[in-house]
């Protein structure tokens, strides 16, 4: 199987998320606990990465924490419009995000990075657009990971099975 394409990723998830709408991933009340796992505090800047349906920037501007989301299809973005309309959200790749350097309190990415077509490239951006003192939450499945033993499921990379070690090692090496 060959390698994708980010557009054949970005067909992928348009075509998720125009089937299942604001349905389509963990449900709102996940959320919460990403803001207090980073102690989120009002009058703060968070970037949500692969933002998905907006279901953080949601919770974040519940908070008072300016929110604002990419994601790399277009209708995951119409969405997270519609369930954050506060928040700035737009439509861009994790591996090029479109911000100055050092603007962000908090960088969230939660169970993207794996699907990333470049890993490294991704989590050097997110570094790169925080802030010095930033926090950052990236949250990729382990190897015991239901989803990997009991539905089979493959994700939108070959190898994807394999992907979310390298993830973890380097979501771990951000740290320095």
């Not at 959200?89 to 050092?102: C, P, S, T, W, Y």
Request: aromatic fraction near 6%; charge should be positive.
């Amino acid at each position: 199987m060959s390698r994708p394409s980010a557009n054949d990723v970005k067909s992928w998830y348009n075509q998720h998320y125009a089937a299942k709408g604001l349905e389509s991933m963990r449900p709102a009340a996940a959320y919460p606990v990403f803001l207090d796992l980073l102690d989120a505090r009002p009058g703060t800047r968070l970037l949500d990465v692969s933002c998905g349906a907006g279901s953080l920037l949601a919770a974040a501007r519940a908070r008072d924490v300016d929110a604002v989301g990419v994601d790399l299809s277009d209708q995951a973005v119409k969405l997270a419009k519609q369930a954050a309309p506060h928040a700035e959200v737009a439509v861009g790749a994790g591996e090029a995000l479109a911000f100055r350097d050092g603007t962000f309190d908090y960088v969230t990415c939660l169970g993207s990075l794996e699907h990333f077509l470049d890993m490294g490239r991704g989590l050097q951006e997110m570094k790169r657009v925080a802030k010095p003192d930033a926090r950052l939450c990236i949250m990729v499945p382990n190897q015991d990971f239901i989803g990997w033993k009991v539905l089979g499921h493959q994700g939108t990379a070959p190898g994807h099975q394999r992907t979310f070690a390298a993830a973890q090692r380097m979501a771990a090496a951000i740290r320095t």
